[in-house]
């Protein structure tokens, strides 16, 4: 997902998480920005994660069975979509 718009930010983070953070993806050959791209996937996944909880917990309540009913009818709703726009599963 291209963002032509880079917004700054200032964080802080203790001597010992940057030393960390720098030391590992130095070890990894860390280019000019590495840091910011670390930074920006560690937040894409963090957001992800929180997402997924809070579903979770949104459907703690339903039986599996009921759960497994709505994942299928879900999956065969896109693949019908899919096909309609003319492109194969």
């Given at each position: 997902?291209?963002?032509?718009?880079?917004?700054?930010?200032?964080?802080?983070?203790?001597?010992?998480?940057?030393?960390?953070?720098?030391?590992?993806?130095?070890?990894?050959?860390?280019?000019?920005?590495?840091?910011?791209?670390?930074?920006?996937?560690?937040?894409?996944?963090?957001?992800?994660?929180?997402?997924?909880a809070?579903?979770?917990?949104?459907?703690?309540?339903?039986?599996?069975?009921?759960i497994?009913?709505?994942?299928n009818?879900?999956?065969?709703?896109?693949?019908?979509?899919?096909?309609?726009?003319?492109?194969?599963?």
């Amino acid at each position: 997902m291209p963002n032509n718009t880079i917004i700054r930010w200032s964080v802080s983070v203790s001597r010992e998480t940057d030393i960390a953070v720098r030391s590992f993806l130095a070890q990894r050959g860390m280019k000019k920005g590495g840091l910011s791209k670390f930074i920006e996937d560690a937040v894409n996944w963090r957001l992800l994660d929180q997402t997924m909880a809070e579903a979770r917990a949104g459907f703690a309540d339903l039986p599996a069975d009921v759960i497994e009913a709505l994942a299928n009818e879900a999956v065969a709703t896109a693949r019908q979509a899919r096909q309609a726009h003319g492109r194969q599963p």
